[in-house]
């Protein structure tokens, strides 16, 4: 049995890269060794209650008819109506440091007038960054100049305050380097976040991963679950063959991999590189989730999502104890614009926290400091809100452990290698990379992610250069 | 097939690519990327497309003949007025 193509990993990217694939008729396998599909951006079941991972909220919102937007290119590129998303935008989003908030909302202008009201010194500045993040093509795939994005917003923003404001969100939502992250993805997370922004489908990533498998599965298209790849076999630069944990070898033109750049090139025989030679990213998140008995307003939650920080300076990088708690995110599901409101009221927090600390704790440890660290993060949170403690009826609580284990990826690193490989290639010649380490950012940028892969290296890969651009 | 079938397969597949537009409003004499949103990846679908419909290859040096409604049928009708559409 040969495959024209074989895809690692039924995340965002490999689904919309197999829908691609199957729609022009290729013969695709997409193989998950995870039970559940959607990857980073997947969900889990605990006493009857979904809770979604990953998704806080879709970024890259544009309503119908929205030329040119990124998630008008995903949905023609998928062939799904505007409406099949069933997308709830969000409400007013806060962004919030002592004594300073900003808030902002789909609508751009508000954040502006934020930015003036809050910062009137620095709005000529605010416009000189704004003209500088129109202008540039961030969806170029052949750009590969690394300029730091510190220097460009230093040179427009001469405010600490401001400057850390505005990399909070944009951090959280998607930077898988410490400190800093390249001008490109400062452009893709503002224009997402900023000039775009939040909403929710109804149903949750079960209904959008249903929709997406629903779709791929009516092209002809393949899907195993726990088929984990064991290894990539490929002599003289070529794949030979992929070779699953259950002993089952299967052979492909092409393959595509969704598992990260670095888990894929460990999982090549013969090994193709050093690993000391690779930037593995470090990134991770804990987050805790608490369904109320009541919806978030009527505690004080009026928010849609919020950034924010206790200490009036902002860090984005791994802490050196288990969790940071000085700073994190904020997100009320329920404050989206839902047709029906939901049964239960729920608050997530997510904070920076430390992969190799919480892995190497032993099992009963890893449960208190679960707890304890729960508590820290609702404690910080209280400084800026009101306490919700008392109507909390169920609290689950994920690491970067977790994280691991479901995903694969190293670290638990939801952001991937600080380095991406915008072209897809590898050292192997029909071995190409998608998803989160490729370097689109986001739901909306994995599933354009796949896209963009699947259209440059399978269905032009002769004939069309360009194609794959967006 | 007939100038009008070919016509209406042009429309069939811009309407599979963009389910979102109202093409009703289409002018076969202007642009399309002017009326609707359409990108050089979807003109490349509709490349696709035609290959996977008709078995039709457009090569790239005539994409711009794509560029209208009008232009994509003046292109295309020789080329597929012997295509029998199955009924």
């Known amino acids: 049995m040969n495959y024209d193509v074989i895809i690692i990993g039924s995340g965002l990217s490999g689904l919309a890269a197999g829908i691609r694939l199957a729609m022009f008729d290729k013969k695709v396998l997409i193989v998950e060794k995870h039970v559940e599909v959607g990857g980073l951006n997947s969900f889990y079941i605990r006493k009857h209650r979904t809770f979604d991972v990953g998704l806080h909220a879709m970024t890259n919102y544009t309503p119908k008819g929205v030329r040119g937007s990124p998630l008008g290119k995903l949905l023609k590129q998928l062939r799904f109506k505007h409406d099949e998303f069933r997308l709830c935008p969000q409400e007013i989003s806060e962004i919030r440091f002592p004594e300073r908030a900003l808030r902002f909302s789909n609508e751009f202008g508000l954040f502006e007038q934020e930015v003036a009201e809050q910062f009137p010194a620095q709005t000529d500045g605010f416009q000189k960054l704004l003209a500088r993040i129109r202008e540039f093509n961030e969806l170029d795939l052949d750009d590969n100049q690394r300029i730091p994005s510190r220097r460009v917003v230093e040179s427009c923003l001469s405010d600490p305050v401001l400057i850390d404001m505005l990399y909070c969100p944009l951090m959280y939502y998607g930077s898988a380097s410490e400190g800093d992250m390249d001008f490109y993805q400062f452009v893709i997370m503002f224009k997402s976040i900023y000039m775009e922004g939040f909403a929710k489908p109804v149903g949750g990533m079960p209904y959008i991963l249903n929709l997406l498998v629903e779709k791929y599965r009516n092209l002809g298209g393949e899907l195993r679950m726990g088929a984990g790849v064991e290894a990539i076999e490929h002599q003289d630069g070529v794949v030979q063959a992929v070779h699953l944990e259950n002993g089952e070898t299967l052979t492909a033109d092409k393959v595509i991999s969704s598992a990260g750049n670095v888990e894929t090139l460990r999982l090549c025989r013969p090994r193709l590189v050093e690993e000391s030679s690779l930037e593995i990213g470090r990134m991770s998140f804990m987050e805790s989730l608490f369904v109320l008995d009541c919806m978030p307003k009527e505690v004080g939650y009026d928010r849609s999502i919020v950034f924010y920080s206790t200490e009036p300076r902002f860090q984005y990088r791994v802490p050196e104890g288990l969790t940071d708690v000085t700073s994190g995110v904020l997100c009320c599901p329920n404050n989206f614009q839902y047709p029906k409101p939901a049964s239960e009221g729920m608050i997530r927090i997510t904070n920076q926290a430390n992969f190799s600390l919480w892995d190497a704790m032993a099992r009963s440890d890893y449960r208190a400091a679960k707890k304890e660290y729960r508590d820290r993060g609702v404690n910080a949170l209280l400084t800026y809100f009101p306490d919700f403690r008392d109507h909390v009826i169920y609290v689950d609580c994920f690491t970067p452990k977790t994280i691991f284990k479901y995903t694969g990826h190293i670290n638990g690193a939801v952001y991937g290698s600080p380095r991406k490989i915008k072209s897809g290639l590898t050292p192997v010649k029909n071995l190409f990379i998608c998803g989160t380490d490729q370097g689109f950012l986001g739901i909306i940028g994995a599933s354009l992610s796949g896209i963009s892969m699947a259209n440059l290296h399978v269905l032009q890969a002769e004939a069309k250069s360009e194609y794959g651009r967006i | ?87």
């Open chain 2, 1 to 87: 097939m007939t100038r009008e079938q070919v016509r209406k397969a042009v429309l069939d597949i811009i309407s599979d690519i963009a389910p979102d537009e109202d093409l009703s409003t289409i002018k076969d004499d202007e642009n399309l990327r002017d009326q609707f949103d359409l990108d050089s990846m979807d003109f490349l679908d509709i490349v696709m497309e035609l290959r996977k419909r008709f078995n039709l290859e457009v090569p790239e040096k005539d994409y711009q003949e794509l560029v209208s409604m009008a232009s994509s049928v003046a292109y295309l009708f020789p080329r597929l007025k012997d295509y029998e559409l199955v009924s």
